[in-house]
Structure formats: structure tokens, C-alpha cells
């Protein structure tokens, strides 16, 4: 019987590779993982959060009951700055990056529970990370991250992670509490018939988006519509399945909604890395020059033909 390849085993051979690797990227993944299965433990409980806490702000351990973005938000801060392997952390629920004093070598942008309007309903979330050398400026274009990925809580929990050498996809077994690799190296389908955006708005959208959405329904692929309405589940189903996901800007909304640090530039290496393509406005958003932790920008993403198509139309 062969033993199951778990993420750190994966890593390791991975840094093995390189002759400059000194393990602090394996460790630092480490603390990543082990927030995730506390958040997906927790999350596991959310629709027992009322029945536990009913007598006021306390469960019955006698913990204060959070919520779930909360508790997610300050795990990980908590968990990076006590890892000292972190020079600065960012985070989508924080006004401004914190600087750890412990001398720390990664910039780590997360967000830490995307999509949490959906707890409440027991549809899938996730935690999304973004990983940087530090450098003296903490805002860095998406094309100097180390590294990617996001946790997805769904019917299982998955960590999807890239270091640049193709993209990972790893399984929680409950049982073991280690995530096994179950599938490694994936591509993204070149084209699919799924598109995924927020269409209640096509009211805000341009001509051009109004037209491209027209086609789809009107030209002879057969497209199908899904949008889950948390970015995480929906790049998942897109990495697989192939088929584009679009946040773009609208009449109210200049820039869309999806953060560049948080959401979009970690999305975008792993569509990226795992052979699709991803475009803010004309061009890659990893090149964009970043002017704030919390800049919004317009993105489709997801398989090449798909995202080319796209393009033809805005
Ligand atoms: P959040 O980070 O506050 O959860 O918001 C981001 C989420 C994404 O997961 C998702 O793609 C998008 O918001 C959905 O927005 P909308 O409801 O406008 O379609
Ligand atoms: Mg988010």
C-alpha cells in the first residue's frame, strides 16, 4: 500500500527541487493549512452557532460566539504573526496592514472568509491567500507572488495552491486531518459552456457586455449559467470545468467589486498556471502597479477561448 502524498510531503518534494529553498515556505503553508482546518471545523458548526450561544454572546464552553468572518479574520492573523515567518500581513477585513516585529520574510494578503454571505445558508466559502517576498513596499504587482491559493469549504474541504509549477489540489480526509493530493497538476479545459456573472445587474453593464451575454444565449453552444456568488466556489467549478467568470465594472461600480490583492491577482496565477487566462479590462491584472490594499478592479477569467471571446465583445 503507498501512503498518500499529504500537501506538507508535496511541498517538500517541490522544494527539494530547488537548491534555495530553506524550508520557511514549508512551514509557512504549514500554519496555512492548520488555520484552515480550524475555520473548516468551525464552520462544520455554523448552523449551531444560534442553539450553542442562545443565552447570550457566550456557547457552551463558555466561548464568546464570533462571527465566522471574524473568527476566520483573526485565526490567521494570529496564526501568521506567532508562524515569524511574516514581515506583513494584509487581510480584506483590515483597514491597513499589520507589521510583525519578528523579522519575518513573506507578505501574506488574505481574505480570510470570501463569500461569508453564504454561511448563513450552508453553501460553500473560502479562504484565499496570496503570498510575496517582502519587499519595502508592501503593495507588489500580482506577477512577484511566490505563491496562491485558496481553501474551498464545500461538500469537501480542498486547499488549491501554486508556487508557479503548475496547480495542486488537495483533499481533507476528515479521518487523518491531512490534505491528500488528489489532483495534481490540473488544466483548465481551453473552452467550456458554462459562463458565471452576476446578471441581475446587465441593467449597469455596457453594450458591449450586453451584447457578448446576447450571444451566448443566442449562438448555437449550448452556454449554461452558474453563479454560486462566492468567488472561491466559483473559480473552482471554473478550473475544472472550464467556462469564464466575469466581475465586471458597471455603471455604479467603475471598478467591479473583486479586490486585486485579495481576489483577483491569486485567482489569476492559478487560472493562469493552470493554462487559462485572465484579463482586467484589455490586460493582465498581475501588471497592474497597485495604488492601495483594498484597489478594486474589473476581471473575467477562466478558459483561454472563453476569456478571448470575451474580449472581442468590450
Ligand atoms: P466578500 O469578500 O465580501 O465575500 O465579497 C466578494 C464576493 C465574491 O465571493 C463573489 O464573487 C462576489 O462577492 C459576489 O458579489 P455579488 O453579490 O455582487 O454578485
Ligand atoms: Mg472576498
Do not use: C, W
Not at 77 to 96: D, F, K, M, R, W
Not at 191 to 218: P, Q, V
Not at 248 to 276: F, T, W
Amino acid at each position: 500500500m503507498k501512503k498518500p502524498t499529504t500537501l506538507t510531503d508535496f511541498i517538500l518534494q517541490e522544494g527539494r527541487r530547488h537548491k534555495e529553498a530553506t524550508g520557511r515556505f514549508t512551514l509557512l503553508m504549514n500554519y496555512i493549512q492548520e488555520a484552515g482546518k480550524i475555520i473548516a471545523s468551525h464552520i462544520k458548526k455554523a448552523g449551531l452557532t444560534d442553539i450553542l450561544g442562545k443565552s447570550g454572546r457566550t456557547n457552551i464552553s463558555g466561548d464568546e460566539v464570533q462571527k465566522l468572518d471574524e473568527f476566520s479574520n483573526q485565526l490567521i492573523i494570529n496564526t501568521l504573526l506567532e508562524s515569524g515567518l511574516v514581515h506583513a500581513l494584509a487581510s480584506e477585513e483590515l483597514e491597513e496592514p499589520i507589521y510583525s516585529k519578528a523579522g519575518g520574510e513573506y507578505t501574506v494578503f488574505f481574505d480570510p472568509l470570501d463569500g461569508s454571505s453564504n454561511i448563513d445558508i450552508n453553501i460553500n466559502v473560502g479562504t484565499i491567500f496570496s503570498i510575496y517576498h517582502k519587499s519595502s513596499n508592501v503593495l507588489q504587482e500580482g506577477k512577484k507572488q511566490v505563491a496562491a491559493g485558496y481553501i474551498i469549504y464545500g461538500s469537501s474541504v480542498m486547499l488549491v495552491y501554486t508556487t508557479g509549477q503548475g496547480v495542486h489540489m488537495f483533499t481533507l480526509d476528515p479521518s487523518m486531518g491531512s490534505f491528500l493530493l488528489s489532483h495534481r497538476d490540473i488544466k483548465i479545459p481551453d473552452s467550456g459552456n458554462i459562463y458565471s456573472i452576476n446578471e441581475a445587474y446587465a441593467k449597469l453593464y455596457s453594450k458591449g457586455l450586453n451584447d457578448y451575454l446576447r450571444s451566448l444565449k443566442e449562438g448555437e453552444k449550448k452556454y449554461k449559467l452558474r453563479y454560486i456568488g462566492a468567488m472561491v466556489a466559483d473559480i473552482h467549478r471554473t478550473l475544472l470545468k472550464g467556462g469564464i467568470f466575469i466581475y465586471p465594472e458597471d455603471k455604479k461600480h467603475p471598478n467591479g467589486k473583486l479586490r486585486l490583492m485579495y481576489e483577483v491577482n491569486p485567482m489569476s496565477m492559478l487560472i493562469e498556471q493552470a493554462g487559462g487566462l485572465s484579463r482586467s479590462r484589455k490586460s493582465n491584472p498581475m501588471l497592474i502597479v497597485p495604488k492601495e490594499i483594498h484597489q478594486r478592479v474589473p476581471v473575467a477569467l477562466g478558459s483561454t477561448e472563453e476569456v478571448k471571446n470575451y474580449l472581442k465583445f468590450i
